[in-house]
């Protein structure tokens, strides 16, 4: 495969970029996702990324297991590890993951495979990751929880029914 | 078979040559090309009568109107061809075995499906073929490119692409992608023709069903993983009853396990509950067990169990954080059944600490995987102790299997973690496979995953300690380089390190690649001993060997050759003079033939 060519490099509509589009394998490309709570800059960050072995997995039901998501992420190799996602606050199931595989191959292997597919009835999200450090396992927003849920319009009986916004705008609604 | 425009003129070339080539190929190994050799005949046939019917379906419809400009086209002229002459060292393909499932009576209102030997159905297949090889990583693509293939009017493509993707799947030894790129464009195609690749899919589940009795046992393994999988897309939605045939049967025949162990699976997709949920009343003695520890000093009736008091005194000190010393204080005591008195340090393979310590800390850490890793990374030192000689590593085995024989997947995980942690070695693993306590498992599937994945640790294991020799010699190499470039003699000392280091990995790989070849003979030799065991058993009570257990393990045995065909090559010798010998049960002797001859 490739070494792609670092993005902010080559502005968009240049001849460079298009070729890179045309080369690129576009399942393992990486997302426009970059972790702000790291003091690394997005070079390094892509860097990294490039060689990460460690998936970051979204929009999993709150009832998911780590036995779930190792069965269908065994699939692909080796397991390393599984770091559940956890409310800040609750300190409870958090609808993502991360899955570290031994080799950088089976990883790939998962984005290629996996990347929306369904698991517990939904369909997940892969993306690469930094790899996991202690402090990562936790939702981000400020209720405790990841902001894509609480942002969140349809309603999701395993990720807590509506997104909060959209409760709270309910509230308001019926007031 | 891929045609393209420029091609055609070098394609009647070819087939011109054929019949040189199948001269040639008569006087050699006759064996190793009769799988192509329908291929071959179905290019000659067509050839020799001088028409070409194959390329009005390759990929460019534009052959038929330009084939006037064709014909002016550049001839190319191809020179002679002569197959090289076999040598010792000649490496051959695998033979490869047309893989047909249906034929023209399968889809009777559809387009009809061009016979199994037609060159027609070859050159689609080849083509299919190429383009998931083109473009299995981006399933999207790959699924609307193997949908919109040219002339898709004229056959029944659906039963087509089914029989490919099943052909690939189904691949022995090995698929050309992995396993689980199937499951997902399969259901991507789904998704895209959800109004007719379903039904088709659905088909050919029932045909493989009732195939099972004759499917090689590995196709049977891909065909568990991969519908369970399938099903978990799919909310588990599956008319049940159509199979409630095998309700009826001996329980240890085919049909009935597959339905056993695809249960089992999509449990692991799920949940327990789910699974009784999802098939009919009828088919719970096929359900898997409720994935629950079994602690044996957990209730009242196993105050009389010896080693009880010692458990609770750990399972408090678990608790309270204890460290592993203070574990070590606590399993002092326990007296040694096998033993009269002790050594004086207590820690010779005592089964009696290991059962309390082991059952007390996976019992208590049994909430998730995460726990158990834990438990094992935390008191990893006791374990070392524990299990330092081979009894003592196969017994932490047993125990662990007492505690976690409901969770198939904790056990395949523990074994894993095990392995990697050193508690236990890959040599353990497998003789606790052939041992007695698992003599009523041994024909399920996660057994034999977990030797597998055993064997695949250990090579990996050796390929690694090879890299970093070869990476060291090569630095070493380099830096002689330099200092004859530079010639700098200040560098003899670094060499020196080097040379060490060079040392200490070369005797790393052939300490791993002697573990490794160990690995294989232990796994070899317990086929033997339980095959012939069997045998006998058969002979003196006058009963059929052809048991569903003697099918099952006989095909084990087989795949252990076909899996890892690779390394096993390397002591052949050693197999025939050791342990494949003349006086071996001809029955079992064939399977090691058989092997000889696929590397013939």
């Given amino acids: 495969m490739d070494r792609k060519q670092q993005p902010s490099r080559y502005p968009l509509g240049t001849v460079s970029n298009d070729l890179r589009i045309l080369r690129g394998d576009s399942s393992l490309e990486l997302s426009q996702y970059r972790d702000q709570h790291f003091d690394v800059d997005d070079d390094e960050q892509e860097k990294s990324l490039e060689e990460s072995s460690t998936l970051y997995v979204g929009n999993l039901s709150f009832h998911t297991t780590e036995e779930q998501i190792h069965e269908l992420f065994s699939r692909c190799g080796d397991i390393k590890h599984v770091f559940m996602g956890v409310d800040k606050i609750k300190k409870k199931a958090c609808s993502f993951c991360f899955v570290e595989y031994y080799d950088r191959l089976d990883a790939e292997n998962a984005m290629w495979c996996l990347n929306g597919t369904s698991l517990d009835d939904h369909i997940i999200h892969t993306d690469w990751d930094l790899g996991f450090r202690e402090g990562r396992q936790y939702g981000r927003c400020r209720p405790g929880g990841q902001a894509s849920n609480v942002f969140r319009e349809d309603s999701d009986v395993g990720r807590g029914g509506s997104g909060k916004q959209a409760q709270a705008h309910d509230k308001r609604g019926v007031q | ?415 894993d973690k095990m392995i990697r942690t050193q508690i236990v070695d890959c040599a353990a693993v497998a003789n606790w496979i052939f041992s007695s306590e698992l003599s009523r498992d041994f024909t399920r599937l996660f057994v034999w995953e977990i030797l597998h994945s055993t064997i695949r640790k250990m090579n990996k294991h050796v390929l690694k300690i090879q890299k970093e020799l070869e990476e060291a010699k090569e630095k070493l190499a380099r830096q002689h380089k330099r200092r004859s470039d530079d010639d700098d003699r200040s560098s003899d000392r670094k060499d020196g390190a080097l040379e060490e280091q060079i040392e200490r990995l070369q005797e790393k790989v052939e300490s791993a690649q002697s573990e490794q070849k160990n690995l294989f003979l232990v796994i070899f030799q317990r086929f033997i001993m339980i095959l012939t065991e069997h045998l006998v058993r058969c002979e003196t009570d006058g009963t059929s060997v052809l048991t569903p257990w003697y099918k099952n393990c006989i095909e084990r045995l087989q795949q252990i050759f076909l899996q890892h065909h690779q390394i096993i090559q390397q002591y052949m010798v050693t197999l025939e003079n050791l342990l494949f010998t003349a006086e071996l049960d001809p029955h079992i002797l064939a399977v090691f033939q058989q092997f000889c001859a696929l590397q013939a």
């Fill in chain 2, 1 to 415: 078979m891929y045609l393209r425009c420029g091609e055609i003129g070098m394609f009647t070339r070819f087939c011109r040559l054929c019949p040189g080539l199948e001269r040639s190929c008569t006087k050699r190994k006759m064996q190793r090309w009769t799988a192509s050799l329908p291929t071959l005949k179905a290019i000659l046939k067509d050839a020799r009568r001088h028409t070409c019917p194959c390329y009005k379906y390759g990929l460019l419809r534009n052959h038929i109107r330009k084939k006037s400009i064709l014909c002016e086209a550049l001839q190319h002229n191809l020179p002679p061809f002569t197959p090289p002459p076999h040598t010792e060292d000649s490496v051959y393909p695998m033979p490869r075995v047309i893989f047909r499932m249906f034929d023209y009576t399968d889809d009777p209102e559809g387009p009809v499906m061009p016979g199994s030997h037609s060159v027609e159905r070859f050159v689609i297949e080849e083509n299919l073929h190429c383009i998931i090889k083109s473009h299995w990583k981006e399933r999207k693509t790959c699924a609307a490119q193997l949908v919109s293939y040219p002339g898709k009017n004229k056959i029944p493509l659906n039963y087509h692409i089914v029989e490919v993707i099943f052909a690939e799947l189904f691949q022995l030894p090995a698929p050309p992608h992995i396993d689980v790129m199937y499951t997902t464009l399969l259901i991507e195609l789904c998704k895209l023709q959800p109004g007719s690749l379903p039904q088709v899919l659905a088909q050919a589940t029932e045909m493989l069903y009732m195939r099972l009795d004759t499917m090689n046992t590995t196709c049977v393994d891909r065909f568990i993983n991969w519908f369970s999988h399938h099903l978990s897309n799919f909310q588990f939605r599956w008319s049940w009853e159509d199979w409630s045939d095998c309700l009826t049967q001996d329980p240890e025949s085919p049909k009935p396990k597959f339905v056993r162990e695809v249960l089992e699976k999509c449990m692991r997709l799920s949940y327990h509950q789910r699974i009784l949920d999802i098939v009919p009343p009828t088919f719970s003695a096929l359900c898997p067990a409720n994935p629950t520890c079994i602690y044996k000093y957990g209730d009242e009736s196993s105050n009389s169990l010896p080693g009880h008091s010692v458990a609770l005194c750990l399972a408090v000190a678990f608790k309270s954080k204890a460290t592993n010393d203070e574990i070590f204080s606590i399993l002092k005591d326990v007296p040694n059944p096998n033993q009269d008195d002790d050594d004086d340090e207590g820690f010779s393979f005592n089964p009696l600490k290991i059962e309390v310590f082991v059952q007390t800390l996976l019992h208590l850490a049994a909430k998730s995987f995460s726990h158990s890793f834990s438990a094992l990374a935390k008191f990893h030192e006791v374990f070392k102790t524990l299990a330092e000689s081979d009894e003592g590593k196969l017994h932490v085995l047993r125990v662990m299997f007492e505690v976690w024989r409901n969770h198939p997947q904790m056990i395949a995980v523990l074994v």
